[in-house]
């Protein structure tokens, strides 16, 4: 395990607009060499260092040499096929090579935070203590620390989380090992005792941190920071992942293990009670949530300062320095709905002539369609168009990316863009909430109520009462994938469900377009690529070289 064991430590202040990219980080060194007691002794030190852990916040834009994940997953494809991500489509990837090993980037992180949470009491205030006139400042200060450590309680769980998710049981590791620990010694933890930890982390985190970010309510310097909602969206996330198949029977990779209620209760419960808190609502526009910081749906989300690196990998190929990137596949073009409700068809003759006419708001709003307006011109994504087949890096699947691509950005002048990425927001929990619900209580009224807030930001029909439970929840499971689309969350959702091989073992699709001299065009669904997933690929493989290391550590099934 690379868990670094130095006794003197290199401060690393990570500052750029507060809450940056960790790319966009600058790794600074004050001073010279400053020993734990040095840097803990200064509040300034160790206000640095709390922010500067803000970086182990997953990074969703690009993360993957240019890719993001859903280009491993049935809902896109990235438009380079020497690409890195390109080796979980073909299956070529394993202990020694894995294109989202993240094993000791959170494990650095783990470590960053043990060490605040052990020493950030340290923090010497006596000047404003004896100082009369400093009181107020003296308590607020006393106050900041309390948050910071409970800010760092929730940045350990949020890494030990995506650990989890990845690799199944990891070791819990709740101090800085010194160097008379035998790292050779430490076991994986069981996935029931991680999941524990991680929620009763959560709810230590919540208990001490306030429903607003910061001191007060309402401080915009505050924006970005870890609060109440965030602590317990972060438990729900967690509930909803434990009750779920794959965790469930962990190393038994095919069979679906009968239901377990009562976590599917707690799940439901843990999600209720961030709806509870009534300090979150859905913005009436879907786009609204597009690189935004400060939304009332937001509970959390990474801020990132000013660039076009995200538009310039993403652009349709035929517009200035655009470079088509991650693509939507006709997969997910598919599992939009019609605006009635009702499920799209090809063999339906109307559906086939105009694909994308009278769909679900959300299709256009997510994806750029052919056709459709963006800066100044229709993307012209049909063969011999200036965004279609036969132009270099075009897309191989018919459709390009809108959701958070910023349409005003000029990569020409290089204007850039403040982005967001969203960790958490109220329509997750809503979701979370009604497939919860929908294991444990199949009839509560509060499926459909909390399934069709969803639904009806977005103009989409309800759906109505009287589906069965199995039914129910293909609907949720579609919703899931349209809703959060983009947003990280179709991989391990498909992985939980322990579907695998029905939606990233099957071919990936697009469409081939043509376009006649009197301008109407014709649509075609064709195979982009043959997929290959396996049900050991339900869990990532435990890096290799950790298993070599160890003393008897058990490999991921099937790895």
Known sequence: MKYKLQAVILLTC??????????????????????????????AYTERFINGSYAWLPDGFDRINGAMLDAATDDAEHTLE???????????????????????????GIRRNNLFLENADRVNLDALRLDPANQTEYQNRITDLVRWKAEATFLRAYCYFELVKRYGGVPLITKVLSLDDQLSD?????????????????????????????????????????TKGAALALKSRVLLYAASPLY???????????????????????????????????????????????NTELILARRYGAANGFERNN???????????????????????????????????????????????RLAQTILLNAAAWKGR?????????????????????????????????????????????LFRLAEIYLNYAEALNESDPTNTDILLYLNR?????????????????EMRKRIQNERRIELAFEEHRSWDVRRWK??????????????????????????????????????????????NEVIKSKGWKQNAGW
């Not at 897309?395 to 850039?416: F, S």
């Open 248 to 294: 469930l029977q962990p190393d038994d990779l095919t069979d679906v293990k009968p239901t377990d209620v009562t976590k599917w209760a707690k799940a439901a419960t843990a999600a209720k009670a961030v709806i509870d808190l009534n300090a979150y609502t859905l913005l009436a526009s879907y786009p609204g949530l597009y690189n935004s910081i400060g």
């Open 82 to 108: 020497s690409a890195t991500i390109q080796r979980f489509n073909n299956g070529s990837w394993n202990g020694f090579s894995n294109p989202d090993d993240t094993w000791s980037f959170f494990y650095q």
């Open 315 to 361: 652009y349709p190929v035929g517009y200035d320095q655009g470079q088509s990137g991650t693509t939507p596949s006709q997969n997910l073009v598919d599992a939009y709905e019609m605006k009635d409700g009702s499920a799209f068809n090809w063999n339906n003759p109307a559906h086939a002539a105009a694909p994308y006419a009278n769909r679900d708001d």
């Open 186 to 226: 430490i076991q994986r933890n069981s996935l029931d005792e991680c999941i524990q930890f991680i929620a009763a982390q959560c709810d230590s985190a919540a208990g001490k941190l306030n429903i607003f970010p910061g001191r007060i309510a309402n401080d915009a310097n505050a924006s970005g920071r870890i």
């Open 454 to 470: 969803v639904r009806t930001r977005s103009k989409q029909l309800g759906i109505d009462p009287g589906l069965s439970q199995t």
């Open 378 to 422: 229709p993307v012209e994504a049909w063969t011999g168009g200036r965004d279609g087949r036969g132009v270099d890096k075009a897309t191989k699947t018919g459709y390009y990316l809108r959701k958070n691509v910023a349409e005003d950005v000029n990569l020409v002048t290089n204007t850039t863009k403040i982005h967001a990425w969203p």
């Open 14 to 43: 990570m500052l750029f607009m507060q809450f940056g990219c960790k790319k966009d980080y600058l790794d600074r060194q004050i001073g010279t060499l400053l020993s734990e007691q040095q840097v803990f002794a200064s509040y």
């Open 499 to 544: 579907e695998g091989g029905n939606f990233f073992g099957t071919p990936l699709r697009g469409v081939q377009i043509t376009r006649s001299d009197a301008g109407v065009f014709t649509y075609v669904p064709v195979v982009v690529e043959n997929r290959v997933y396996a049900p050991k690929m339900n869990w990532y493989p435990i890096p290799q």
